[in-house]
């Protein structure tokens, strides 16, 4: 159950404080330690209220079941999908400070671990983003707009060529979906389950169902960020 310890000014409920959730990651990240001072608890909180700051401005703004509790949002680390995400923020923080290679790396290990996410540290997934039991997903070096959704087993990657998708915002992926090479993606753009799209282009306010070269795009005339997002 949810715990009502809050930190200073926090604009979301946390689970634990910050002690709590310090000494939590550490002892997880023992699982990969061949010395054990590498993943400390000291070392988590330096980093701890830049990537708070970055997971209250993600969970802030969805209000999806789970991420609101009495008209507040909330963080709860025994809910697989917003520790994932914060996972994914530590591990990406650390990287960007320059700081300890090997302890990012070890965040990115143990979210594929516990949830089969994987987004390496140096791959930059938006401000704002919502994972949904992200089992077998693979969030490769493309550039991702706010407001994304990515379901279970969707794979961003590039083609032999080394490009990547361009993702313009206000998108959402279903189960199954992949988005290779150089697509870009306008806005308000639902990928249907199963969905494939391979060095495609892709029109704002669309909904994509099936497979390239025989996929089809279909009208999309709700918003992304209005469906799920405030």
């Known amino acids: 159950m949810l715990r009502s310890k809050t930190l200073t000014r926090s604009t979301i409920t946390w689970s634990l404080d910050q002690t709590q959730l310090a000494a939590y990651v550490a002892r997880q990240l023992s699982f990969f330690a061949h010395r054990r001072a590498q993943f400390g608890a000291a070392r988590i909180t330096r980093y701890l209220p830049e990537v708070q700051a970055r997971v209250e401005k993600c969970f802030a703004g969805i209000r999806m079941k789970y991420y609101q509790r009495q008209g507040r ?4 680390h025994a809910h697989g999908d917003h520790y994932a995400v914060f996972l994914y923020f530590l591990g990406n923080t650390i990287f960007r400070a320059g700081g300890n290679e090997e302890l990012a ?12 996410l994987d987004a390496y540290p140096a791959v930059e997934l938006p401000d704002i983003f919502m ?8 969030l490769g070096g493309a550039q991702y707009g706010n407001h994304l ?4 087993n969707c ?11 361009v993702f313009a915002g206000g998108t959402v992926l279903y189960s199954g ?9 306008g806005p308000d753009v639902v990928f249907g ?10 029109p704002a306010r669309t909904t994509v169902v099936g497979e390239y070269p025989q996929h089809r795009f279909l009208p999309n005339n709700r918003s992304v960020r209005e469906r799920f997002f405030e």
């Open 73 to 76: 949002p909330v963080f709860d």
């Open 105 to 116: 790396t070890a965040c990115f290990s143990l979210n594929k671990l516990l949830h089969g």
């Open 131 to 138: 994972v949904v039991h992200p089992l077998g997903t693979v």
């Open 149 to 152: 959704i990515v379901y279970q």
């Open 155 to 165: 794979t961003i990657g590039s083609a032999d060529d080394g490009r990547y998708p």
């Open 177 to 185: 979906v992949s988005v290779i090479g150089a697509c870009r993606v």
């Open 193 to 202: 389950a199963n969905s494939f799209l391979l060095n495609t282009d892709v």
